[in-house]
């Protein structure tokens, strides 16, 4: 077995387990591999051993990789931070944007599914922390936000996402993650139709557990299945 191969085996024990531990079912937890930066070669890799799932953050990387691995040879999920002058190509090679913060980006998102004649899926990213260098529109803007984006014909909200600041403890990252699934229910409770907000995309390589226990259905793991980047 590759490391790659191994390295999935785990995730998806821990996977099942975190699952298991708060009465979850795994099938509805999607293990995306982040793979920016690192090879054609080792994203293969990847597939071989059964990844379905592949985000990337940088959007001419990923064009360069999808085009040589194949878009219909995993489902391409974007989770950078996208700028409106690239939406076309996000919306050319990306199953679901997870990156979405403000209505003029939703709206360019749109207008670029439209001429190709896509409805494009896509998550709402929340500055859960509050970060001043992170992406992502605040927690109090989300109701507002995501019946903003509901109306555009061309795009499908799925959800949320977020990517809470960066702790040791996985332990410290969970009220984020609460947080995320609080913002979910008051989108509910202000009418949003549930199949908008299915989607949390939340945890990484070191918190995904938690994440799970909080509801998490799009977990994203780039070093754990990867490797540093270096
Ligand atoms: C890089 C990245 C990840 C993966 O992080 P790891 O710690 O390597 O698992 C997940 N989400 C986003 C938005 C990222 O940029």
Do not use: S
């Given at each position: 077995m590759t490391t790659i191969q191994d390295n999935l085996t785990i995730i998806r024990k821990q996977i099942d387990a975190a699952a298991a531990a708060c009465g979850?079912?795994?099938?509805?937890?999607?293990?995306?591999?982040?793979s920016k930066k690192h090879s054609v070669e080792k994203m293969r890799q990847a597939i071989d051993a059964g990844l379905t799932d592949l985000g990337e953050n940088y959007i001419q990387e990923a064009v360069d990789k999808i085009e040589a691995i194949g878009k219909t040879e995993a489902c391409w999920h974007f989770i950078g931070h996208l700028q409106s002058n690239k939406a076309r190509f996000a919306v050319q090679y990306f199953d679901l944007i997870h990156t979405v913060?403000?209505?003029?980006?939703?709206?360019?998102?749109d207008k670029q599914a439209k001429k190709i004649n896509k409805c494009q899926?896509?998550?709402?990213?929340v500055n859960i922390g509050e970060e001043d260098t992170k992406s992502g529109a605040d927690a109090e803007q989300m109701v507002d936000l995501a019946r903003a984006v509901t109306e555009f014909e061309h795009l499908k909200l799925q959800g949320l996402m977020c990517m809470p600041p960066y702790f040791d403890d996985p332990e410290a990252a969970r009220p984020y993650f609460q947080h995320l699934a609080q913002i979910r229910e008051k989108i509910l409770d202000a009418?949003?139709?549930?199949?908008?907000v299915r989607h949390l995309s939340m945890g990484m390589s070191h918190d995904f557990a938690a994440a799970i226990q909080e509801g998490a259905t799009l977990v994203r793991v780039g070093t754990a299945i990867f490797g540093s980047r270096s």
């Open positions: 979850r079912n795994p099938a509805d937890i999607t293990l995306v591999g982040v913060d403000k209505v003029k980006l939703a709206k360019e998102i899926k896509i998550l709402l990213q009418g949003v139709d549930a199949d908008a």
